[in-house]
Antibody, heavy 121, light 107 residues
Framework: EVQLVQSGGEVKKPGESLKISCKGS????????IAWVRQMPGKGLELMGI????????RYSPSFEDQVTILADKSISTAYLQWSSLKAPDTAMYYC??????????????WGQGTLVTVSS | DIQMTQSPSSLSASVGDRVTITCRAS??????LNWYQQKPGKAPKLLIY???SLQSGVPSRFSGSGSGTDFTLTISSLQPEDFATYYC?????????FGQGTKVEIK
């Protein structure tokens, strides 16, 4: 069974750093891209970026370039989303999802349960 | 960037109703269109990919159609468990953008 299990919720102060995780199991972690998706409170879904754990090739959506870092450790089948200095607007639910290619584009077929990040002074 | 616009933003419907949600792309995206369902407090779930292909395990009352710039998600007979928010996503570009969502509420 394919599973993506994310780390628990975090409460942080502005300016603090943070790394949240997403551990995959039940499939070949190194041969599927992993995506990170942001959902701000009461808002829609935003694709932040993707990483290929096999070689750590990473792509960022323009809105998130230089705002976050996406990493992966293939030895433990885990992807990460990292901030060096959090801001209040980073408060959101963050989902990881498996990014699977198809004949017409690609799709997000398995999702983690989400990690709620709250940034407040 | 490819912009995705869904309509309506919300709708009220009754159990058994036929429901249609529309998604329009700012440029042609061929069949590169996915649909997701999200229930409150839960992660999104893939329903339809490549505009009309039903994801494994998804009930057949869900269907998708369209190509180019205009796409439709149809629920043939709305069930109580279908009350949720639905998102389209284009996968024409590598980091596909989502529509703003359509909330389906109980009438």
């Amino acid at each position: 069974e394919v599973q993506l299990v994310q780390s628990g919720g975090e409460v942080k102060k502005p300016g603090e750093s943070l790394k949240i995780s997403c551990k995959g199991s039940g499939y070949s972690f190194t041969t599927h891209w992993i995506a990170w998706v942001r959902q701000m409170p009461g808002k829609g879904l935003e694709l932040m970026g993707i990483i290929y754990p096999g070689d750590s090739d990473t792509r960022y959506s323009p809105s998130f370039e230089d705002q976050v870092t996406i990493l992966a450790d293939k030895s433990i089948s885990t992807a990460y989303l990292q901030w060096s200095s959090l801001k209040a607007p980073d408060t959101a639910m963050y989902y990881c999802a498996r990014h699977t290619p198809a004949s017409y584009g690609d799709f997000l077929d398995y999702w983690g349960q989400g990690t709620l990040v709250t940034v407040s002074s | 960037d490819i912009q995705m616009t869904q309509s309506p933003s919300s709708l009220s419907a009754s159990v058994g109703d036929r429901v249609t949600i529309t998604c329009r792309a700012s440029q042609s995206i061929s069949n590169y269109l996915n649909w997701y369902q999200q229930k409150p407090g839960k992660a999104p779930k893939l329903l339809i990919y490549a505009a009309s292909s039903l994801q494994s395990g998804v009930p057949s009352r869900f269907s998708g159609s369209g190509s180019g710039t205009d796409f439709t998600l149809t629920i043939s007979s709305l069930q109580p468990e279908d009350f949720a928010t639905y998102y389209c996503q284009q996968s024409y570009s590598t980091l596909g953008t989502f529509g703003q969502g359509t909330k389906v509420e109980i009438k």
